[in-house]
């Protein structure tokens, strides 16, 4: 029965003093016959009361009431829980459920109407139209393979992205974009799993640490079904919600299970930012922290760096590879370039007019480079783009404005660099 210790800090800073209305904060995990609560306790900066309930769907809230301005709000949660293992998904379900579509049982309909009613009605065609390779209406397919080929379809189709905006994606703009956070991902899920008739529900906590995961912080779906209830689908990491996800909240709306919701009162230009860290770490049995992971510990945490590097690239690639055509043409333009260059360079031995020249080589490859990254304006890289364009040009624009100081050297060098430029573009346009 594994142990952890959950350390979550939230932050929100402020140029002036600002007065804060009554806040709602979500931190504690849920407790269940899966997790037990062993130890909690709560800093909050400035001082405030608070007032522990329990909402509507049994999460915990601790609603916070303050006295005083401030120009610093500081949450500070330690939580130890003990995770207990639970019995596979495929093995609980009722009989009269293991193939869909099934029907709810009288009293299960009454109780599940708000978590099958859709909360973006207005996306059915995308949604119909994205699960329509997945279902067919007529089919009787597996309760349990039809959930998990969703969880599977999301996982492989879109493009994991960290997203530190307020809110999520509509699950039509998560298609559109090809991609989302998790909480983008966990609103695609729910809605879908709604759209074939199941009740679905939105949720968030954190999770420890594994092979090809994300973060600390993390929301996926859960799904009813008769006979195993409640059941986790984690599409951001193609996984079933296991020993590993620690629940906090769970609501109909992803808005519901927000970790801090308030508000502030002061100057429009205040607010400064925000800071969020969580730290999650195993204990020994006497509650103290385990020094060091072990070697397959440190393995997995390798190989989950490596797997959100291999989406981020993945990523940027596709992207880049959407306007193929302008990357192309820029890089045998480069390409051709880089061997005048160095054509010119070996018959004249780089005289004063050829140097003068490279100049504008230069300052023409950059202009090209900063039209390109204005061109493809909605790529992640275009910043990286329209630094290496300025580059370009101020480089070009020294050589002109002073040529006799240009060596051989450098003329080699910016050739060869064009032509490796070039090549790069073309590989990957």
């Known amino acids: ?107 299960e309909q009454v109780a599940l109407v708000p978590y099958r009613l859709p909360s973006y009605p207005l996306d059915g065609p995308a949604l119909h139209n994205w699960l329509s390779s997945l279902y067919q209406p007529g089919q009787l397919i597996d309760t349990y393979d039809l959930l998990n080929r969703l969880n599977t379809h999301i996982y492989q189709t879109l493009n994991y992205r960290e997203r530190y905006e307020p809110g999520v994606q509509l699950p039509h703009e998560t298609l559109a974009l090809g991609g989302g956070s998790c909480r983008d991902y966990a609103v695609l899920m729910m809605e879908a799993a709604r759209y074939w008739g199941f009740g679905a529900r939105f949720v968030s906590g954190y999770v420890r640490l594994e092979e090809g995961q994300h973060g600390s912080t993390h929301a996926w779906t859960e799904v009813y079904l008769p006979g195993a209830g409640w059941r986790g689908f984690d599409p951001t990491n193609n996984k079933l919600a296991g020993i590993e996800h620690i629940p906090v909240a769970v609501a109909r709306e992803q808005q519901q299970a927000a970790p801090l919701a308030g508000s ?42 490596h797997s959100a590097l291999k989406d981020v690239l993945a990523s940027e690639l596709a992207a880049l590879r959407s306007y193929w055509g302008w990357f192309l043409g820029l890089g045998v333009a480069m390409i051709v370039a880089g061997l005048v260059a160095l054509g010119w360079s070996c018959i004249t031995e780089v005289t004063f007019s050829i140097t003068w020249l490279f100049g504008f080589l230069m300052l023409a490859s950059g202009i090209g480079e900063i039209i390109g990254s204005f061109w493809v304006g909605r790529w992640s890289g275009m910043l990286v783009h329209l630094l290496i364009g300025v580059l370009y040009a101020l480089v070009g624009m020294m050589i002109i404005d002073q040529p006799e100081s240009a060596a051989i050297q450098l003329t080699l060098i910016i050739a060869i660099f064009l032509m490796i430029s070039g090549a790069f573009r073309v590989v990957f346009a």
């Open 264 to 305: 502030w009162d002061g100057p429009g230009d205040a607010f400064e930012g925000m800071e969020v860290s969580v730290q999650v770490v195993s204990l020994d049995r006497s509650g103290q922290r385990l020094s060091h992971p072990s070697s397959n510990q440190a393995l997995i945490m390798d190989a989950a760096r």
């Open 1 to 107: 029965m594994p142990r952890l210790r959950i350390t979550h800090k939230t932050a929100y800073r402020y140029s002036v003093p600002v007065s804060f209305g009554t806040h709602r904060a979500m931190l504690r995990p849920r407790a269940s016959h899966e997790l037990r609560v062993l130890a909690a306790s709560v800093e909050i900066e400035p001082k405030a009361d608070v007032r522990w309930l329990l909402d509507i769907e049994g999460n915990s809230v601790a609603v916070l009431t303050f006295a005083e301005p401030a120009t610093l709000l500081r949450l500070i949660t330690q939580i130890e829980v003990e995770l207990l293992d639970d019995s596979r998904i495929e093995c609980l379900i009722d009989p009269i459920a293991r193939l869909y579509p099934f029907q709810y049982s009288a009293e």
